[in-house]
């Protein structure tokens, strides 16, 4: 069965010392992962993607991460966290077999919270 | 880029009221759209698949005549909430690609409060 998992439902960072937010995935084939942001009461805002090519990923904000297909990770990553990044992230992953579809599985979100 | 609008942001209506929500895809043509609902605090469900010009695809349990769906163009999908009830009340949120390698792009949501 195709799935994400993120581990943590909550991350609590310092303002200034890097984070990092992680995802595991099960997959047939490739895959093709995502990262997006989520704050109160909005939508999804994408971040970044990974699918194909170097294997550390640069989005938005300063965000990045890291493909790791041994590990089956997609790990998000910032070297210095700001209290504005402090919001609700969602990794996903294109379902197999989806045709033309591109139907994603999410994770069930991690809660980043960055304090002063 | 790839600015998705959604409409009304949020609703407060009576129980059998029907509600119908929009998604417009700003700067791009959307050959897929898809309808997720989302609780406090949790992932997103997805609802359906919509394709312009098709019928939507729906996702098992989600009952296809209590949530309309038309995808009329490539720029936009509505979601209509038929006959609604307190159940019903939730955070709806629809995203639109241009293509499956691409990313979703999404709405800001609609707060749907059923009384």
């Known amino acids: 069965a195709q799935s994400v998992a993120q581990p943590e439902d909550q991350v609590n960072v310092a303002e200034g010392n890097p984070l990092t937010v992680k995802c595991t995935y099960s997959?047939?084939?490739?895959?093709?992962l995502f990262w997006y942001v989520q704050y109160p009461n909005r939508g999804l805002q994408f971040l970044l993607k990974?699918?194909?090519?170097?294997?550390l990923v640069k989005g938005s904000y300063g965000f990045e991460a890291e493909f790791n297909k041994s590990q089956t990770s997609f790990h998000l990553k910032k070297p210095s966290a700001l209290v504005s990044d402090s919001a609700l992230y969602f990794c996903?992953?294109?379902?197999?077999?989806?045709?033309?579809?591109?139907?994603?599985?999410f994770g069930q979100g991690t809660t980043l919270q960055v304090k002063p | 880029g790839a600015v998705v609008s959604q409409h009304p942001s949020r609703v407060i209506c009576k129980s059998g009221t029907s509600v119908k929500i929009e998604c417009r895809s700003l700067?791009?043509?959307?050959?897929?759209m898809f309808w997720y609902r989302q609780f406090p605090k949790q992932s997103l469900m997805l609802m359906a698949t919509?394709?312009?010009?098709?019928?939507?695809?729906?996702e098992q349990g989600v009952e296809k005549d209590k949530f309309l769906i038309n995808h009329a163009s490539l720029t936009l999908s509505t979601l209509t909430v038929t006959s609604a009830h307190p159940e019903d009340s939730s955070f709806y949120i629809c995203?639109?690609?241009?293509?499956?390698?691409?990313?979703?792009?999404f709405g800001d949501g609609t707060r749907l409060s059923i009384l």
């Open positions: 997959v047939s084939g490739n895959p093709y």
């Open positions: 919509s394709n312009e010009g098709s019928k939507a695809t729906y």
């Open positions: 990974y699918i194909t090519g170097d294997n």
């Open positions: 700067d791009f043509q959307a050959t897929t």
């Open positions: 996903a992953v294109r379902v197999s077999g989806s045709g033309n579809t591109g139907k994603l599985i």
């Open positions: 995203s639109a690609t241009s293509g499956p390698g691409q990313p979703q792009h």
